[in-house]
């Protein structure tokens, strides 16, 4: 981490900066009272005073949610009561503030990171007689056996360089017999070495199944290895690894992951905005560093907010799973309209690339208000497809795609994946829904969405109305993200009355 990794806003009577030790790794900024929005994103705003009108309309539209602290000795007005609700707030004693200063404050740090090693850049064991077989970029399988006490199977070629007080996260993503039992084993080496371990830890067992935090002791890199003991099969499918915030928040304070049994994860975060209506729902698009995409532009619109994102194969599967998966992202909308007590017609679904397949899919099950779109990918099968008729070695992840979701790689595994997107498409009621969407004139790899979307709209009610811009799927996202942001602007004024 930076030396200054904290940007932190205290209003008050009195400066905390002479009352309590702060880190040197926190930039706080002191005031007695704010009047101008303020000209620097703050990860943590202190509140020690009664706010005025005017002040809490600046923290409305510039404090971040989950990362509102107000002293509990603070008399509040009404007006403090709806930012508080409204920003996730937390209040906290002066024996609490000088426990989170010291130990917790630490985990609001403003970047986050997080990154899938390449199945390309897993080793396997030269001890390992067994047979070993790789699909795709999803996973390495391995099966034969593995010896009757632990030892390594496979390891990552290239080390993790860390920083002293960070802590990790890892998430390992497997599918093995019953006689087959693995660890995760982390090594901390010594900076500028190879052999000064500095920390050894192995996690096995029930571990394995949820979030492993890994505190790091010192500057240094560290080594990851999986060994095995048993006989049968063993697929390791992904590791994951990000910066920790130590349960204040997955990737960002305030996000939150549905895993479901099969180890697959979901990532959602809501902001409740002003808490008027609409809901904008916001599918993060085809992403290498795993996070939440969109946080900024969708914050500026003043709205409630829901970002989705998922990591599953090389950077998302378009949010296509089995039914728990789908279950579970349907629920997590679902819950976000009913804390803000909207419905349906209240709701905004929203994409960009993979993120327009989110948006369409999950939007037939409900009667969204709007769907604004940009580069719709309706056709997951068709994509596929043109890997090898007009785009080889383009987006090979669309062959992946198509082989997690139906097992195959041939013409018919094509038509089915697309018939599952059309078939639950034409049975949804799209009636007054309104469809904005911006979209290739060349697309490479869906050219036909827009056009398919009209066919299949045509007497159901919606209104759909597009912009198409010369290129291909990739060549002009900058326009296509102009028109998008217009769009939005467009209809939460004239739909909304914002």
């Known amino acids: 981490m930076n030396e200054i990794s904290l940007n932190v806003l205290q209003l008050g009577n009195s400066d905390w900066r002479e009352l309590y030790y702060i880190s040197k790794e926190v930039d706080l900024t002191y005031k007695k009272s704010i009047r101008e929005l303020p000209d620097r994103s703050y990860d943590v705003i202190f509140v020690d005073k009664t706010l005025s009108d005017e002040e809490v309309d600046i923290l409305q539209k510039s ?38 200063l010291n130990n917790e404050l630490k985990n609001y740090y ?69 006689d087959v039992e693995i660890c995760l084993e982390v090594i901390e080496f010594a900076k500028g070495s190879i052999s000064e371990v500095v920390e050894d830890v192995i996690y096995s067992g029930e571990k394995l199944q949820e979030l492993m935090t890994f505190e790091v002791i010192d500057d240094g890199n560290l080594f990851l290895s999986v060994k095995a003991c048993g006989v049968g099969k063993l697929s ?80 998302g599967a378009f949010y296509l799973g089995d039914n728990e998966y789908e279950d579970s992202m349907r629920n997590i909308i679902r819950d976000a309209l009913d804390e803000l007590k909207f419905c349906e017609s ?7 690339s993979m993120g327009t397949h989110g948006a369409l899919y999950y939007g037939a099950d409900f009667r969204p208000h709007s769907l604004i779109l940009g580069k719709p990918l309706c056709s997951l099968g068709t994509v596929a497809y ?10 090979p992840t669309s062959l992946d795609v198509l082989m997690y979701q139906t097992g195959a ?84 004024t004239e739909e909304f009355n914002r």
Request: include cysteine; charge should be positive.
């Open 63 to 100: 404090a971040r949610s989950y990362t509102y602290f107000v002293m509990d000795t603070v008399l509040e007005t009404p007006a403090m009561n709806r930012l508080f609700i409204a920003k996730r707030g937390r209040k906290l004693t002066s024996d609490e503030l000088k426990e989170f």
């Open 110 to 178: 403003g970047k986050d990171y997080g990154e899938k090693f390449k199945p390309k850049n897993i080793e396997v064991s030269r001890n390992f007689n067994g047979s070993v077989s790789w699909t795709g970029n999803y996973s390495v399988n391995l099966k034969g056996e593995f010896g009757t006490e632990y030892r390594q199977i496979i390891f990552w070629r290239y080390n993790i360089p860390v920083q002293k007080g960070q802590a990790l996260d890892f998430w390992l993503e497997y599918d093995k017999d019953k």
């Open 236 to 315: 390791i499918i992904a590791l994951h690894d990000r910066f920790s915030r130590r349960g204040h928040g997955v990737f960002i304070p305030g996000g939150k992951r549905t895993v479901t049994s099969s180890g697959e994860e979901i990532f959602h975060y809501l902001d409740l905005g002003d808490m008027k209506p609409p809901l904008a729902v916001y599918f993060s698009g085809y992403k290498t560093m795993e996070g939440f995409e969109g946080y900024n532009l969708m914050k500026k619109f003043g709205c409630p907010f829901l970002l989705v994102g998922e990591p599953r194969l090389e950077c």
């Open 346 to 352: 209240d709701l905004i679904l929203s994409g960009l």
């Open 386 to 395: 043109n890997e090898k008729r007009i785009r080889p070695g383009g987006f």
């Open 409 to 492: 790689c041939d013409d018919k595994s094509i038509g089915r994946l697309n018939d599952r997107f059309w078939m639950k498409f034409d049975k949804s009621n799209w009636n007054n829904t309104k469809f904005a969407v911006a979209y290739m004139i060349e697309d490479d790899y869906d050219s036909e969405a827009y056009q398919n979307l009209l066919a299949h709209l045509g007497q159901t009610g919606a209104y759909i109305y597009g912009k198409g811009i010369h290129g291909r799927h990739n060549d002009n996202t900058e326009a296509i993200v102009t028109w998008f942001i217009s769009q939005y602007e467009k209809i939460l």
